[in-house]
């Protein structure tokens, strides 16, 4: 049980538009930056948004990410075939003086 | 190229030991933190530890506490985690990572607990 909170699963059609959530606490998001990651089957992971917002070189801004309070939104727009895959918000939790991810979100593009 | 890449990974027995590598190349290893993250099959990522770039502070997750132990070698390039009395549900696919942003990662090591 992670004390990060996301959604299982999420999904929409291809060209629309997707957000994903990661619920925390004062200990954790609420405090600290959050960095998200993209997991295609088979393959390690790949940093999509880090420091809340900002986007690496080489990841498109499709690709966005936000916090306010306690909480942090991944958005993914255009949706395309290929971002099928499972995404994980990752932060530092003061309390638990240890970084922690979500328990992650599968994307499915119908 | 950026590049991590683990070794050690294999079957052991509960109770045993193991000692993963990372040997990280093309970049100041000794200018960043360093993560290692598992991942049990089917499961999602869990972080593990990660180290500071002198060594000088360390952190673990809580069920790996007082059993495994993360160190670095920043004259070989190298992080290492020496699992000891290794349970089943240590049995997962390794990552170490290019810590703050965890933006490199290694291809992974997979460790199977089992008798």
């Known amino acids: 049980q992670s004390v990060l909170t996301q959604p299982p699963s999420v999904s929409a059609a291809p060209g629309q538009k997707v957000t994903i959530s990661c619920s925390g606490s004062?200990?954790?998001?609420?405090?600290?930056?959050v960095s998200w990651y993209q997991q295609l089957p088979g393959t390690a992971p790949k940093l999509l948004i880090y420091d809340n917002n900002k986007r690496p070189s080489g990841i498109p801004d499709r690709f966005s990410g936000s916090k306010s309070g306690t909480s942090a939104t991944l958005g993914i727009t255009g949706l395309q075939t290929g971002d099928e895959a499972d995404y994980y918000c990752l932060t530092w939790d003061s309390s638990l003086s240890a970084r922690v991810f979500g328990g992650g979100t599968k994307l499915t593009v119908l | 190229e950026v590049q991590l890449v683990e070794s050690g990974g294999g079957l052991v027995q509960p109770g045993g030991s193991l000692r993963l590598s990372c040997a990280a190349s093309?970049?100041?290893?000794?200018?960043?933190?360093m993560s290692w993250v598992r991942q049990a099959p089917g499961k999602g990522l869990e972080w593990v530890a990660n180290?500071?770039?002198?060594?000088?502070?360390?952190y673990y997750v809580d069920s790996v506490k007082g059993r495994f132990t993360i160190s670095r070698d920043n004259a070989k390039n190298s992080l290492y985690l020496q699992m000891n009395s290794l349970r089943a549900e240590d049995t997962a696919v390794y990552y170490c990572?290019?810590?703050?942003?965890?933006?490199?990662w290694g291809k992974g090591t997979t460790v199977t607990v089992s008798s």
């Open positions: 004062s200990s954790n998001i609420g405090n600290n930056y």
């Open positions: 990572g290019r810590d703050r942003i965890m933006d490199v």
């Open positions: 180290i500071k770039q002198d060594g000088s502070e360390k």
């Open positions: 093309e970049f100041t290893f000794s200018n960043y933190w």
